[in-house]
């Protein structure tokens, strides 16, 4: 099987990240949440009525999520950048889904491919064919679905969906990613007994992101206990069709708060809604340890910095995603930093964990790699150029430093359309005034 879609060859981007002179000021208006937009897509597909995604995020991994529901049969239509509307329509194969680079494609597609009458296959970029897939392969065969796989339990994929998924009970270690459990949970209504699925092994990860899984669940009408840890039990039901309401992308936010706490500046996001599918609180306790002051208006959320970032010892288990620019703001900081509890992250766009190590290091940071972390020592770091690896947040990583150490250019800043198209044009107007 060809490699689906050969981004890694597309023209790369290079990019000098802007130095900031004075303390920026921002208010923000930002695309919507990746993680909401994919989830909504996917209940929008399988439920028994029409939907509207209010405010999705257009990125390219949206657009990869919306295509592989589309060529499955969905009626997705993305052309009003406000209002995605999807009709849901009898899943048939055959049909080619492309994950590009994206974990959610690659993870919540599958078992609704299992729901599709035919063949489904997968593929993606390079790197999407070592991303974490296994777990989700073996327990989607125990629940019923045929699938061809490589033996090194990844991509390519070829699902042979007979329309039905028999469901049941379901044993899978998901230490690798939280996506391999969401993606069971999503599709799990629809399967013939629904799902039970029940982690053994290392510790999930990333526990805001299935809490969001089970509360839009539960939006779309399912019956889900998440009330024992481990174990999430999605009752057999019809999903309905519902309006969206898709709330701003707080990690996408986060490289812009942290430019107000490197420059000593202000950032407001706008339209942040009081009660968020998102770790919020995590972020703030972060941000604030860190030396900002964060606080919710009804201008939206604001951080503010004195210019001086505080060194953190911190498990980002719960916002590993944020891992790249807390590392940035790290090595400015007054004193040294440790984090923990993201080995996983190692199976990310990149191998993020080496990557930051490895790049950071090129630009005469101290920082060392552990097995589940980093430990990062401030020092005077200077210019260089910095290898994104196609990876969105090492993009953001890199123009958080580029504030405040001239010099640091970017090999290719296009990767950032993972989930921000427009992250180079609106961090330009931040420093510049212009936001
Ligand atoms: O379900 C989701 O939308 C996500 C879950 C997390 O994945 P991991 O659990 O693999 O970290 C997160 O890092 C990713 O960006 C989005
Ligand atoms: C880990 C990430 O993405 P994905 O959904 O592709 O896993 C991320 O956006 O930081």
Redesign the pocket.
Known sequence: MTVGNLTATRPQQPWAAPTASDPVTATLRLPGS??MT??ALVLSALAGGPSTLHGPLRARDTELMAGGLRAMGAHVSVSDDERWLVRPHPLVGPAHVDVGLA??VMRFVPPVAGLTDGRVTFDGDPHARVRPLGPLIGALRSLGVRIDAPETGSLPLVVQGTGAVAGGEVVIDAS????LV?GLLLAGARFDRGVVVRHEGPPV??AP?LR??VQMLRAAGAAVDDSVPDIWVVEPGPLAGRSWEIEPDL?GAVPFFAAALVTGGEVTLQGWPHNSLQPVEQLRSLLQRMGAAVTLTTAGLTVRGTGTVRGLSADLSDV??LTPALTALAMLADSPSTFTGVG??R??ETDRIAALAREFTGLGADLTETADGLEIRPRPLHGGTFRTYADHRMAHAAAVVGLAVPGIELDDVACTSKTMPEFPALWSAMVTGKS
Not at 176 to 179: L, V
């Open positions: 990746k993680s994919a989830r974990g959610t690798a990613s939280s996506q969401s990860p990333s992101h969001m899984t990690s590993s995603e996983h992250i199976g990310h």
